[in-house]
């Protein structure tokens, strides 16, 4: 849907205009089927507990949002695209690491990953591609440690994902880059069954797969979700809440000089939920007729649930167009909500809070060195935000 | 008031912990776990919403 030229941080207008007259709207999608449309968070919430709506991706009426997103719902296929029990069942193989206490654990190394990547940039050019220096590293630093993969190889696994959160890729493109860090990852859990080391893949494969519990394929398409789906997002919300700010700059000078931990962690989540960088909407399958206002979706009908619009329904935020990095912006759902609610979102909050703790507080002269009207904009991906950030200080 | 949760189903996305510290709490594996099973009257407001929010309906509050 195309987005409002005016203003690149907010919905397209189309979304809000029916979310007032239709919340619950038929849409035709990519691929020629139709699919129901809902933009108000209240009936985005009682959907996405429902047991009755579903999120296998093999079920004929799933709604794909692309066919990269169609090819990985096939053949790359996890508890992200499956129901209980067994979304549940291999969902708790891997909670622990994510749990708050551990991820809290890790802030200092967080810290350690953030001061290390902007000394860098200190002592390098400038102006400087933050996107590339900065907003890609920190998640995927960050993700490799935990999870036991070599940064080393960020290339190759930063390339492969970006074929598959595109939009515009081909099957057979999609395959390929899936089939590529299929076996990559497979090789990883051999390694770390024969020699494991302190990190999840260690664990999954000491705990699950060694057990008959997992099979390594199975271990393997699971690593290679946790590899992907933790960069793309907390890198956009990096690199776009980072523009966000700087073209509020009272907010950001605020935000600059907090000491409260707290009014970080809010801005943070206020900054989750204006961004709602997940574009592509939360899909899922009616399994049953389901009754909502004065629609009724059947079974079968495929839903798409636009977050994006949700968290700026003024049903559910006051004056939600409004950036305010003092609201309550608590019940936002950027991460999702019911079962497949975001595993990784204690660890997105710890890195997102370090980073907007620490980098403008570092560089407190940080600005954009082009204007905003030549940023790149990702408005090919299921995923937003922009493509390149040069800054300067 | 009364609080059950059921660790079987839970989901470990931390939503209570962060909603009621001094209530839930997670184990190593990440999984809830009770601190306290009837905490006082101040908190009843953050329990509703920690049931509220918790998105694998973990969480049982018992109102009497
Ligand atoms: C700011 C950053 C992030 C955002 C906005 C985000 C958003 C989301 C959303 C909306 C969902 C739900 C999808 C659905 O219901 O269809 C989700 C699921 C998921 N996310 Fe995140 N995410 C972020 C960071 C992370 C990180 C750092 C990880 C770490 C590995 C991660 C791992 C996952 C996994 C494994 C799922 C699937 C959970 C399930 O199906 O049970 N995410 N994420
Ligand atoms: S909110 Fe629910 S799923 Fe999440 S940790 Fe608490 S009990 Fe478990």
Redesign the pocket.
């Known amino acids: 849907m195309a987005r409002a030229p005016v203003c690149p941080f907010s919905p397209p207008p189309a979304l809000r205009g029916l979310q007032a007259q239709a919340p619950l709207a038929k849409v035709r999608l990519w691929d020629g089927r139709t699919a129901w449309l809902v933009t108000r968070q209240a009936d985005q919430r009682a959907l996405?507990g429902d047991p009755r709506i579903s999120?296998d991706t093999e079920r004929p009426g799933y709604p794909h949002a692309s066919v990269a997103a169609r090819e990985r719902g096939t053949v790359g296929r996890t508890?992200?695209?499956?129901d209980d029990p067994e979304?549940t069942r291999l969902?708790r193989m891997?909670t622990g690491r994510?749990a708050i206490k551990r991820v809290e654990a890790q802030r200092p190394a967080i810290q350690r990953i953030v001061d290390g990547l902007i000394d860098r940039m200190l002592a390098g050019p400038k102006p400087v591609d933050l996107v590339q220096a900065f907003a890609l590293p920190v998640?995927s630093l960050?993700?490799c440690e935990?999870l036991g993969v070599p940064y080393a190889d960020h290339d190759f696994f930063q390339a492969n994902s970006r074929v598959l959160v595109n939009r515009e890729s081909s099957a057979e493109a999609a395959r390929e880059a899936n089939g590529k860090l299929l076996v990559y990852l497979d090789r990883l859990i051999a390694e770390k069954l024969a020699d494991p080391a302190d990190d999840l893949l260690s664990e999954l494969a000491t705990g699950h797969v060694k057990t008959g519990e997992l099979s390594r394929r199975e271990a393997a398409v699971m690593g290679v979700?946790?590899?992907l789906?933790?960069?793309e997002?907390?890198a956009?919300?990096i690199a776009l809440g980072t523009l966000t700010l700087l073209e509020h700059p009272d907010q950001l000078a605020a935000l600059r000089d907090a000491d409260d931990p707290k009014l970080i962690a809010g801005a943070v989540e206020e900054l989750?939920r204006y961004l709602?960088?997940?574009h592509s909407g939360?899909?899922?399958v009616a399994l049953a007729d389901i009754e909502i206002g004065q629609q009724t979706i059947r079974a079968g009908d495929g839903v798409v649930m636009a977050?994006d619009a949700g968290n700026r329904d003024e049903q559910a935020f006051a004056d939600p167009e409004r950036l305010d990095l003092q609201r309550d912006a608590g019940g936002h759902?950027?991460?999702?909500?019911?079962?497949?609610?975001?595993?990784?979102?204690p660890?997105?909050r710890v890195?997102?809070q370090v980073v907007y703790g620490t980098l403008y507080r570092r560089i407190p002269s940080l600005r954009l060195a082009t204007d905003l009207e030549h940023v790149p904009f990702k408005h090919d991906g299921a995923i937003y935000g922009v493509y390149e950030l040069p800054v300067t200080w | 008031m009364q609080v059950v949760v059921d660790k079987d189903v839970c989901?470990g996305a931390g939503n209570c912990v962060r909603t009621a510290p001094d209530v839930f709490d997670q184990d190593e594996e990440g999984f809830v776990e009770l601190l306290d099973d009837n905490p006082p009257s101040e908190l009843d407001e953050d329990l509703l919403l920690a049931r509220r929010l918790c998105p694998a309906r973990a969480i049982t509050v018992n109102e009497a």
């Open positions: 996405l999120r508890f992200i695209g499956m979304h969902r891997v994510f998640p960050v993700i935990l979700l946790l590899l789906a933790g960069h997002t907390t956009n919300m989750l709602s960088i997940i939360l899909r899922r977050i759902m950027a991460f999702g909500f019911g079962v497949h609610q975001c595993l990784g979102q660890l997105a890195e997102l | 989901l």
